[in-house]
């Protein structure tokens, strides 16, 4: 990963961290990252990164990196066939830095289609080679691990702060909602993580998403990503 992440912060004259952290808020559906901070001086190094416009190529680089990394980690770890996929091949879309960044990530996401994002991912479980696969997911993939319930294809899936419901602003044609495909599953296994606060999954929707058999973790007094 740091081989790909050095060379992008020597042609912005910046260091490793701030690019990592401009390229978190280059992330669709993502409008601040959460950076920690030893010192006055590291924050202010941190705040620094978000001034820092990555180009596309750059962006597309770590995020290649990212995925083979945290891909080969889990499959090191547990002995399982991992692959990850990309809900936005090919798309130039602005960070949270960005004027036109929310804009633009928001009408990305109201184009996309289930069929299409879903068959990537039931083509991504077979090229695993396995009868058994499960499906993780976080934010808006654990809004897609839900929707995936209903593709006949995963034992399990796993939504970590996924949204229950499409948020109005990424709601388009294409789109089906997570609660249906549940309710929909056949014998697939289903299980939400959520954090009490996190007003991308109230609690009304919730409860809902319970009625129809699904499990759901609740960590109290936690916000989205369970912070």
């Known amino acids: 990963l740091m081989q790909t992440v050095r060379p992008v912060a020597d042609r912005h004259q910046a260091s490793p961290a701030q690019v990592v ?3 978190t808020l280059a992330q669709p559906g993502l409008t601040f990252a959460l950076c920690g901070a030893r010192n006055p ?4 190094e941190n705040a620094r990164a978000g001034r820092l416009r990555l180009s596309q190529t750059d962006i597309d680089d770590i995020s290649g990196a990212v995925a083979a990394h945290l891909v080969d980690d889990l499959a090191t770890r ?9 809900p936005f091949p090919g798309q130039d879309l602005g960070g949270a830095a960005d004027p036109t960044g929310f804009d633009d990530r ?4 109201r184009a996309i289609d289930d069929d299409r994002l879903l068959g990537d991912a039931v083509a991504a479980a077979d090229l695993t080679g396995c009868e058994q696969v499960g499906l993780l997911g976080f934010c808006m993939g654990g809004m897609y691990a839900l929707k995936s319930a209903a593709a006949g294809r ?3 899936v796993v939504g970590f702060y996924g949204m229950i419901r ?4 990424w709601s388009g044609p294409g789109q089906g909602q997570p609660l249906d495909a549940v309710a929909a599953r056949g014998s697939t296994e289903v299980m939400a993580i959520v954090g009490t606060v996190d007003t991308w999954t109230p609690p009304a929707a919730v409860d809902a998403l319970e009625a129809p058999g699904a499990e759901v973790a609740r960590h109290e007094g936690a ?4 912070a």
């Open 78 to 86: 547990t002995g399982w066939s991992v692959v990850a996929i990309e």
């Open 21 to 23: 952290i401009a390229w």
């Open 154 to 156: 995963f034992e399990r």
């Open 106 to 109: 928001s009408a990305a996401l």
């Open 223 to 226: 916000d989205h990503g369970c």
């Open 41 to 44: 001086e590291q924050a202010r």
């Open 166 to 169: 499409v948020p109005d602003a």
